[in-house]
């Protein structure tokens, strides 16, 4: 494990890049995953993942998405058991992984900060599904977020709640029709891109041509109440204002605590298997020698109370609700 480093992820892409690394990139907007040197998958917390572009769309069914997962995620071959299994050809797997990796490096470089932690050896559970090149990774994020711009110019539209503007509409197009019924003051372009079932880049284009438009607009923050004029008469002491949002810095410091806990202990696996969650908001990697690291997002399908089985996911049937029978009686003796 790398320590931090103060270089923006671009510039430390393209050194991992001529190095033909391989390993994990953590970023405070998500992970690169490469592969000697190219990029095989990126997560990002604001973009659908590719189970579920697969299974809203209706390319792949949810049981057949966890099937792969419980059969080849240990083995860091989900992607690999979807198309040797039938459920998927090769071309509609990387058709809709390459869309799932560039929605996410585009959040994740439109936010291009420092690189948290470079972790060599670190392999996705999904598997090698198609790699591309780091330069081309880059050019169409950039070329992205130049045609976002064109469009409409501020940003804020991507991460925001957006609100509809009340008043009379003209004929839309039936996407743009589509996303604008979506739009409720509360959800964000991602929020509504999943609602949709589409990626998350093209309902981008879509909300920057409502906003340009003027039927869309961020919704502002409430505005803190203005505090109460002081009276003659004392009153109770004031209580203290918990604050709305996180204190980021002191989220990054215990992080950076965590990390160093963990790196000084002893959690070497297996090369080429998985740590798979306790729970449904833990985290996994595949790892080759280096220690697992709360960094990847997991498969979100609860795990299998089954203490004997504590790797493996297993789906409620319906003999589980069932009573247990009670045990037989003995039979009087004659």
Not at 175 to 185: E, I, S
Request: charged share 20%; hydrophobic share 40%.
């Amino acid at each position: 494990m790398t320590p931090r480093t103060d270089e923006p992820a671009s510039v430390l892409l393209g050194t991992l890049a001529a190095e033909r690394a391989s390993g994990a990139l953590s970023t405070e907007w998500g992970i690169f995953y490469l592969s000697a040197g190219h990029v095989v998958h990126v997560e990002s917390a604001v973009t659908a993942d590719l189970g579920d572009l697969l299974t809203h769309s209706g390319a792949l069914a949810a049981d057949g998405w966890w099937q792969a997962i419980d059969e080849a995620g240990r083995g860091c071959r989900v992607g690999r058991q979807l198309v040797d299994s039938g459920q998927l050809t090769t071309g509609a797997l990387e058709l809709c992984h390459l869309g799932a990796l560039f929605d996410a490096a585009y959040f994740v470089l439109a936010h291009d900060g420092p690189a948290l932690r470079f972790r060599p050896g670190v392999t996705h559970w999904l598997g090698a599904v198609r790699s591309v090149p780091v330069d081309t990774v880059l050019r169409e994020s950039r070329r992205r977020r130049e045609l976002l711009h064109r469009i409409w110019p501020e940003p804020t539209i991507d991460l925001a709640p957006l609100a509809r503007v009340r008043r009379d509409t003209v004929d839309l197009p039936a996407r743009r029709g589509r996303t604008l019924a979506q739009v409720d003051g509360v959800r964000t372009a991602a929020q509504i891109a999943g609602a949709l079932a589409c990626r998350t880049f093209h309902t981008l284009v879509e909300l920057r041509r409502l906003a340009a438009a003027g039927l869309v607009v961020p919704v502002t923050p409430t505005p803190a109440p203005a505090p109460a004029t002081a009276s003659a008469e004392p009153g109770p002491a004031p209580r203290p204002v918990v604050p709305d949002e996180p204190d980021t810095a002191l989220l990054l410091l215990f992080l950076h605590a965590l990390e160093a806990l963990l790196s000084a202990r002893d959690y070497s696996v297996p090369k080429g298997d998985c740590s798979w969650p306790s729970r449904p908001t833990s985290w996994t990697n595949c790892v080759g020698s280096a220690p697992a690291y709360p960094g990847s997002r997991a498969p979100s399908r609860p795990p299998s109370t089954d203490s004997s089985s504590p790797t493996t996911y297993r789906r409620p049937s319906p003999r589980d609700s069932r009573p247990s029978p009670p045990p037989p009686s003995a039979s009087p003796t004659a």
